[in-house]
């Protein structure tokens, strides 16, 4: 963050200009202060309340989508798999064109992508004790890395990492989306990405495989189910008008 990219020009605490290493970001803008001290002071107040609607149970909306989307992720796994289960082994492990060429063979990448992910998010400032089980997995050395070659085996840690994940998501904070994320894959390049978008992309891979798996089980003979979203959505009932 430089200060061309900044929003003010003066400390909203103390009226002076802004200072270079006093910077932070806001609703994904760069907003400045005087000194680290009025920064961090402006960031505490942020997380705080923060912190204070989530206790009312009034999640900020992007974190609220996130979480919705972490409950659609872990449902979908529940039902995808169980419908798995009732293949026959040769078709479940049969290439079938697929990306990464078979049901199992998906089912280990959307592992792979998930726990790459979330190890790495354990280099985060905020330090999510959530993620702390996640060091447990596989460090995964290739995209189609096959992390568990037993079906069961495979279950019991997706199962995991679901739970993981879900609890990953419910201690972030509005905050932390909008900070900068640096991390560095395998060939050593970096990346700084926003870390909410980051989070939104994770939650996001696992449905584009799962529609490449739906799609093999219909040609294997296996109804998929239902995959909508829409089927995690709450009714609700309109509130009643006031008679007239």
Known sequence: MTLTHCLNETCPWSGDPVSVNALTRYRNQVVGFCNPGCRNKFDKAIRLFDEALEAKGQA???????????????W???SLYARISTLRDADYRKDAGAFFKSVHGTLNHILVWDTTWLQRFTRHEQRYVSLDAIMNFPKAKSHDQILFDEFDALLEARVQVDSILEAFVRETREADYEMI????????????KPFGGMIQHLLNH???HRGQITTLLSQMGVEPGITDLLERLPDLLPEPKDAA
């Open 206 to 208: 696992q449905t584009h």
């Open 181 to 192: 994320f640096t991390y560095v894959i395998s060939t050593g390049e970096s990346f700084h």
């Open 60 to 74: 900020t909306p992007l974190k609220q989508n996130f979480l919705r989307l972490a409950d659609y992720n872990s």
């Open 76 to 78: 979908m796994n529940q």
